[in-house]
């Protein structure tokens, strides 16, 4: 089947830092990927949609200038918290599409902002 | 946004019983999809029903889909302890976007 990687698989930032999260379709090209972020006992929350060599569109209430989402290649988006703050702190999961129907999610990103 | 609802939030039962989750959502959509995902773990794609589609069985898992009530329905019969997961639907729109319900945690008691 298909994978879909994401590093790292945990980080923990200072107050003020940036972080970058990195998603790779390891063995199919993903034409978009979406980005999700899940707090403690709660769903996945869809943050952004990332396409390949475009500006990535993002959900409502979703600050696009905190969260930077870049697309760079077929097989990597990155999503940077800029100046991360603790209520940043959440898992960050990404997927991509292999076709309309196929998606995959990657393993998650335990971010913690101390 | 979330999309979907599920019903229960929280299930416990003992092994061996069946357990029903259901999941009502808003709009049309092209899929439904079903996902288990332990905690703190990351997603495990349990089941996709298109949207044409009104039943779909895989292993112990049975997923009915009513377009017209907008609701899906996961049963997983002869529960195992390994089943205590959170279990979540996900719909699936013309934008190919994946929507989240809230979720049911489901524990399965020894």
């Known amino acids: 089947g298909a994978v879909v990687s994401q590093h790292p698989s945990w980080v923990i930032c200072k107050s003020g830092t940036s972080v970058k999260i990195e998603c790779r379709s390891l063995?199919?090209?993903?034409?978009?990927m979406f980005w999700y972020r899940q707090f403690p006992k709660q769903s996945l929350m869809l943050m952004a949609t990332?396409?390949?060599?475009?500006?990535?569109?993002?959900e409502q209430g979703v600050e696009k200038d905190k969260f930077l989402i870049n697309h760079a290649s077929l097989t990597l988006s990155t999503l940077t918290v800029t100046s991360a703050h603790p209520e940043d702190s959440s898992f960050y999961i990404c997927?991509?599409?292999?076709?309309?129907?196929?998606?995959?999610f990657g393993p998650g990103t335990r971010l913690t902002v101390t | 946004s979330q999309q979907g609802e599920e019903d229960p939030q929280a299930l416990s039962i003992q092994e061996g019983e069946n357990a029903t989750m259901n999941c009502s959502y808003k709009t049309s959509i092209n899929n439904l999809q079903w996902y288990r995902q332990n905690s703190g773990r990351g997603l495990v794609h349990l089941i996709l029903?298109?949207?044409?589609?009104r039943e779909k069985h895989s292993g112990r898992l049975r997923v009915t889909l009513d377009t017209s009530k907008k609701s899906s329905s996961l049963l997983i019969t002869a529960s195992r302890a390994a089943d205590t997961a959170s279990y979540f639907c996900?719909?699936?729109?013309?934008?190919?976007?994946?929507?989240f319900g809230k979720g049911t945690r489901l524990h399965i008691l020894p």
């Open positions: 990332s396409n390949e060599g475009s500006k990535a569109t993002y």
């Open positions: 063995d199919f090209q993903a034409t978009t």
């Open positions: 996900a719909t699936v729109g013309r934008d190919d976007k994946i929507i």
């Open positions: 029903i298109r949207s044409n589609e």
């Open positions: 997927s991509a599409n292999r076709t309309p129907y196929e998606q995959y």
